[in-house]
């Protein structure tokens, strides 16, 4: 059940109000975020829209961080914090909202129940797993989300990660800089790009390393804040890939790692980092899963039944 609540923070102060509400309202949105609702505010009046629950944990939350606001600058680090010691995760409700996506192209809208709950699970968690067969759109949604993010400044880059099995990882022996090595690789969630923002926004975007290209093999040392990192084909990591590649999250920060553990192309000694990923973390506060099947494809019809005509023979 949608609720609204209303809140006006005292003292009257332009400078705690700002640092509150973080640059172009950053803080806020970091929130917004976390606990799936809308905030807005005239002056010091704020209102704030969502779940019944999720809106009481927010007005609590805005009461704290403004009186925090009296001694230290809030960062997107400590309001991270503040999120993690007072347990104000809110978990999905059964009956999810739909969640609409809005891009320069128009409107996004998930198909079917298992894209729905894929949506908001992407909104409401930091590290969200996509697993199913091809065509159910998950790395079509993982880039819906991202460019949408990105174009409500949530987020200030798009980081696209692919494992390249079919090059070893030995991506020097290919001609080319790093992006031509990569590209091949990443051609699925070019495409989507491409049909979202179009191809000359899309080049500009990777010119300003505002879109970035990074082939899991570069990701190793890292730290990625304020980014929202997109792995596909997720099946052909190794299990100490997974890790490396899950420890790479910063604060401000979005995952979505997407495969189909069906079609896993590592050598039969190793095991998937996807695999284990599926066995460790699905009872981790703040990680999600979605789980597809060959119901929930949406590409042609026979694609449907090819999926199907392979899971009955296995």
């Given at each position: 059940m949608t609720a609204i609540l209303e809140l006006t923070l005292a003292p009257n102060d332009n400078e705690r109000l700002q640092n509150i509400c973080g640059p172009l309202d950053a803080n806020l949105k970091q929130i917004e975020n976390r606990l799936a609702v809308e905030i807005s505010n005239r002056g010091h009046h704020f209102k704030i829209t969502g779940e019944d629950e999720a809106t009481k944990v927010t007005k609590q939350l805005l009461k704290a961080l403004y009186s925090q606001t009296k001694q230290e600058i809030l960062t997107p680090a400590e309001i991270h914090l503040q999120l993690q010691q007072a347990n104000l995760e809110i978990k999905p409700a059964k009956d999810v909202p739909e969640v609409i996506i809005k891009t320069?192209?128009?409107?996004?809208?998930?198909?079917?129940?298992?894209?729905?709950?894929?949506?908001?699970?992407?909104?409401?968690?930091?590290i969200s797993f996509a697993v199913?067969?091809?065509?159910?759109?998950?790395?079509?949604?993982?880039?819906?989300?991202?460019?949408?993010?990105?174009?409500?400044?949530?987020?200030?880059?798009?980081?696209?990660?692919?494992?390249?099995?079919?090059?070893?990882?030995?991506?020097?022996?290919?001609?080319?800089?790093?992006?031509?090595?990569?590209?091949?690789?990443?051609?699925?969630?070019?495409?989507?790009?491409?049909?979202?923002?179009?191809?000359?926004?899309?080049?500009?975007?990777?010119?300003?390393?505002?879109?970035?290209v990074a082939p899991l093999a570069y990701m190793r040392g890292r730290t990625l804040n304020d980014a929202f990192i997109i792995m596909d084909e997720a099946q052909n990591t190794t299990c100490e890939q997974m890790k490396m590649f899950l420890t790479r999250i910063g604060f401000g920060s979005k995952a979505v790692i997407t495969g189909d553990i069906t079609q896993i192309d590592l050598p039969k000694t190793q095991t998937s980092g996807l695999k284990e990923a599926i066995s460790l973390f699905q009872e981790t506060e703040g990680i999600g899963f979605t789980f597809f099947e060959s119901k929930d494809v949406v590409r042609h019809p026979l694609v449907k039944r090819i999926v199907n005509v392979y899971d009955n023979a296995s």
């Open positions: 320069r192209k128009g409107l996004i809208r998930p198909r079917g129940e298992n894209q729905k709950n894929y949506l908001h699970t992407v909104i409401t968690h930091d199913g067969p091809a065509g159910t759109g998950k790395t079509w949604l993982a880039v819906a989300c991202a460019v949408e993010a990105l174009e409500r400044q949530n987020i200030r880059r798009i980081i696209l990660v692919r494992p390249a099995v079919e090059a070893g990882e030995r991506l020097g022996f290919l001609p080319g800089d790093l992006s031509q090595k990569v590209d091949p690789y990443l051609r699925p969630l070019y495409d989507a790009l491409f049909e979202m923002l179009g191809f000359e926004k899309v080049e500009k975007l990777i010119e300003h390393h505002i879109i970035e």
